[in-house]
């Protein structure tokens, strides 16, 4: 085990976590959306998620905007049931009282683990701008990741690896840029073992790129390796990267979209996936909050 300070924290981190299948299940629908706060939007949005009943919810990270995360404990309340709900560590979790509160309440012994649910494996990253959590190269979490996707990319039983964290590996000009260390870092494992889609948030907006290969030129612009925009009909060989920084907080503009990005916006919502046939097909769709419509899908099949 290794310790790490985190302010006046002390926490126990195990070398590996690796979850154990929650469901047989093989088609059910989880939904994500990060950036929250504890206002109106994202009282709708939550509002909103509970129409889809999902039997999995991903919190991508700044969840509570207040100095403790009793707000948003409230907000999210009627997701808060059976253990369904998880989240990544952002960067206003990492206060060390409200970090502590988060660690609590969802009984986690480690601010990055893995889980599955049916054929789905599910990797939530550590990656608040603090780096008190590390996850350079020679970092605890970077060991786990990388023996966490083996596992899943070698178990016959896994047929969809996910991947979300808080910080955007890619992204359109806006607030924040995409981080170029984590694009090195992670984004060949990402490749090498077949994680299909990676949830992020961080900026205040709904962007979705291509499928996308790690470039190795150092250019910073990965290799699209598909570009077809909604349907994918075998492996898309290459994750797609999907921003959802759109559960409430105030929404930042672009300057910009990327050539790599199929589409963004200024919308609040979340993204709604739905595994179906027989665990063979992903449905993923973002539901704005103002009418609950459909502005954007893509399905993957395999």
């Not at 926490?11 to 939904?31: K, M, Q, Y």
């Not at 986690?108 to 608040?128: C, E, I, R």
């Not at 963004?264 to 027989?278: A, K, Y």
Request: aromatic share 14%.
């Amino acid at each position: 085990m290794v310790f790490l300070s985190i302010g006046l924290i002390t926490l126990g981190i195990s070398e590996h976590v690796f979850g154990t299948a929650e469901t047989d299940n093989l088609e059910f629908n989880f939904v994500a959306a990060g950036d929250f706060g504890c206002g109106k939007n994202a009282n709708r949005t939550i509002t909103n998620m509970l129409v889809r009943e999902p039997e999995v919810v991903i919190g991508l990270g700044d969840l509570s905007y207040q100095k403790t995360a009793d707000c948003w404990f409230h907000v999210v309340s009627p997701l808060d049931t059976d253990g369904r709900l998880k989240i990544a560590i952002g960067d206003n979790e990492m206060y060390p009282a409200k970090f502590t509160e988060y660690m609590k309440h969802f009984n986690m012994d480690s601010p990055y683990y893995s889980f599955d649910y049916g054929n789905v494996h599910f990797l939530s990253m550590a990656t608040a701008k603090n780096k008190v959590i590390p996850y350079n190269e020679t970092s605890e979490q970077y060991g786990f990741i990388k023996d966490d996707l083996k596992r899943a990319y070698e178990n016959k039983s896994t047929n969809w690896i996910i991947v979300y964290s808080f910080r955007s590996f890619y992204s359109s000009n806006t607030t924040h840029p995409g981080l170029d260390e984590l694009q090195d870092l992670y984004h060949p494992l990402f490749d090498k073992y077949g994680v299909d889609v990676v949830l992020q948030a961080h900026n205040h907006n709904y962007q979705r790129t291509y499928p996308l290969n790690y470039n190795d030129t150092r250019t910073f612009t990965p290799i699209i390796t598909d570009k077809q925009t909604e349907k994918y009909e075998y492996d898309t060989k290459g994750p797609i990267f999907v921003t959802i920084g759109t559960g409430g907080e105030d929404l930042y503009e672009f300057t910009n979209q990327a050539p790599y990005v199929v589409t963004q916006f200024l919308r609040h919502g979340f993204l709604n996936i739905d595994i179906l046939e027989n665990g063979t097909r992903l449905d993923a769709r973002f539901f704005e909050n103002r009418d609950n419509s459909d502005k954007d899908h893509f399905t993957i099949k395999k």
